[in-house]
């Protein structure tokens, strides 16, 4: 079985400030890892996703997430939040061979960006 | 492209009364998917779909049943709607797994409150 736990339901950051969302999952198998976006009143889309070609995976809008197998961590970053990022972030886990859609989700970050 | 379509946006819903929630897809994915999302919480897959003729259940699929006659299309229904199927409502869609695990492309979401 496979979770995922997102760590900070509400995470608040100034304009130009790094930001951090924390992601680490669990699975019986290696899986795939990905990162969605949800701005408000819009379906999610994707940020970036992990198959496994390289642990440091770039993603849309200048975020970038690092699969760290020892630490089972996926978490996302971005060196300097602007207003626009304002959104919620969901990380979710999938087992390598199953789609995407039976992916576990996190319960998800709200991310605020104060100017 | 449309991507995937979902309609309505908004409903309300008597307790006991029924409706289907409309999907459609115009990328030409074979799996296609429902899930709810409720305040503070992930997204739960109700229903899914490997293609035309052919669907599954998910985690919560109690209280809804689907279709699937077409590729494009995938309509969910509540035959009997309680109060506890109040939530936000998001068809998606996806290729198979052996694509590069692509990952999902959702709609934007009906918002359904049962009264």
């Known amino acids: 079985a496979q979770s995922v736990t997102q760590l900070g339901s509400h995470v608040s950051v100034s304009e130009g400030a790094l930001v951090l969302l924390r992601c680490n999952y669990s699975?019986?198998?290696?899986?795939?890892l990905f990162w969605y976006v949800q701005y408000p009143n819009q379906g999610l889309q994707l940020l970036l996703k992990?198959?496994?070609?390289?642990?440091l995976v770039k993603g849309i809008n200048g975020f970038e997430a690092e699969f760290k197998k020892s630490e089972t961590s996926f978490h996302l970053t971005k060196p300097s939040a602007h207003m626009s990022d304002a959104a919620e972030y969901f990380c979710?886990?999938?087992?390598?061979?199953?789609?995407?859609?039976?992916?576990?989700f996190g319960d998800g970050t709200t991310l605020t960006v104060k100017p | 492209n449309a991507g995937v379509t979902q309609t309505p946006k908004f409903r309300i819903l008597k307790i006991g009364q029924s409706m289907t929630l409309q999907c459609a897809q115009d990328?030409?994915?074979?799996?296609m998917y429902w899930y709810r999302q409720d305040p503070g919480m992930g997204l739960k897959l109700i229903y899914y779909?490997?293609?035309?003729?052919?669907?599954d259940k998910g985690e919560v699929p109690n209280g809804y049943n689907v279709s699937r006659s077409t590729t494009e299309d995938f309509p969910l229904r509540l035959e009997l709607a309680a109060p506890s199927q109040t939530s936000v409502y998001f068809c998606?869609?996806?290729?198979?797994?052996?694509?590069?695990?692509?990952?999902?492309?959702f709609g934007n979401g009906t918002r359904l409150t049962v009264t």
């Open positions: 998606a869609s996806s290729h198979p797994p052996g694509q590069a695990n692509s990952p999902l492309h």
């Open positions: 990328m030409n994915h074979n799996y």
């Open positions: 779909s490997v293609g035309a003729g052919i669907t």
């Open positions: 979710a886990v999938s087992d390598r061979g199953t789609n995407a859609g039976k992916s576990t």
């Open positions: 992990y198959t496994s070609a390289a642990t």
């Open positions: 699975s019986s198998v290696p899986p795939y």
